[in-house]
Structure formats: structure tokens, C-alpha cells
């Protein structure tokens, strides 16, 4: 079942399935190099993992697997979560490298803002970026998201980026 549908996208839930997708996305350093993730050790580290996602469960909603609609490729994920200690939604997203610059995170993290402020009521969605993440900023901005404010980002210049739902 699908989540969202854009023109050129189906946004799903994870699913156990989808580890060896997540260990190879994790597995480039520079697809993670703005996160402060690291890698999954192994496919079945990944797995574990996505049996522990709860996400769905506790709040309705979370990160999805971003599928093309041409060939049912998994090419990365987007999506929304819930940060209990800051009390914040947050948008984020993550591809493989090779679809970089074709407008797929712009696409996807646009509906999911739309469906976080439409479908779960959300108030704000907040998105944080490495200042050095010249391309994620330019996504943020482009779906609307407004710089908010500097912060620490695992010991690197941070930005804060902000949308209401009346905005």
C-alpha cells in the first residue's frame, strides 16, 4: 500500500524486505556524509533495524520508501519524524547517489509536508541541515521551509529551517 503518490513517485512504508536497499544507501559516505549517521555494519544489522522501526505504530506516520513509478526502484527514502525530547516533526530524506539532481527529493519532500500538515495535522515541520549541505538547503528552500537559526550539527555548522501550516 502506498502511501502518496507524486507524478514520477509511490511513497511506502519500510519494509523488512528493504534492508539490503538500506545497507547499500548507507554503505556510500558521501550519501551519508551531511547526516551524522553511519553505515549499517551489515544487511542483517539493517534488517534489525527496520524490524525495530516503529515509527508507523507510535505516531501514524515516518520515513517511507521512495519507489519510481517507471520501474519500481527503490531509490531512497523521505518522509516525516517525530522528535519526542525536541517535540518537533522533521523532514528528511536520503538517495542514492546516482539519483542526485533530478528533482526527486524536491518532489517527495514537498507531498510529504502537504500530507504531514493535511492528513496529521501538524502544526510545524522543521528541517536541519549541515551548512556545508549547499544541495539539501536548496531543497528545504524550495518546498518552503524558511531558515529559522544556526545550531550545533554533531560538531559542525547547522541550520535550522522551519514551515508552519498556514505559511
Sequence with gaps: MYILETERLLLREF?????????LLNLDDEVIRYTGDVSFQSVPHARSFLEKYDHYEKYGF???????KRDQEFIGWCGLKYIPVKGEHDIG???????????????????????????????????????????????????????????????????????????
Design 93 to 167: 530524506y536520503r538517495f542514492f547517489k546516482k539519483y542526485w539532481g533530478k528533482g526527486y527529493a524536491t518532489e517527495s519532500a514537498k507531498s510529504c509536508l502537504d500530507l504531514g500538515f493535511s492528513r496529521f495535522g501538524l502544526n510545524k515541520i522543521v528541517g536541519r541541515v549541515m551548512s556545508a549541505n549547499i544541495p539539501s538547503v536548496k531543497v528545504l528552500e524550495k518546498i518552503g521551509l524558511r531558515f529559522e537559526s544556526d545550531f550545533d550539527f554533531d560538531g559542525q555548522a547547522g541550520k535550522l529551517y522551519s514551515i508552519s501550516k498556514n505559511t
Design 62 to 68: 515516518g520515513r517511507w520508501a521512495v519507489i519510481t
Design 15 to 23: 519494509v523488512v524486505d528493504d534492508a539490503e536497499n538500506h545497507y
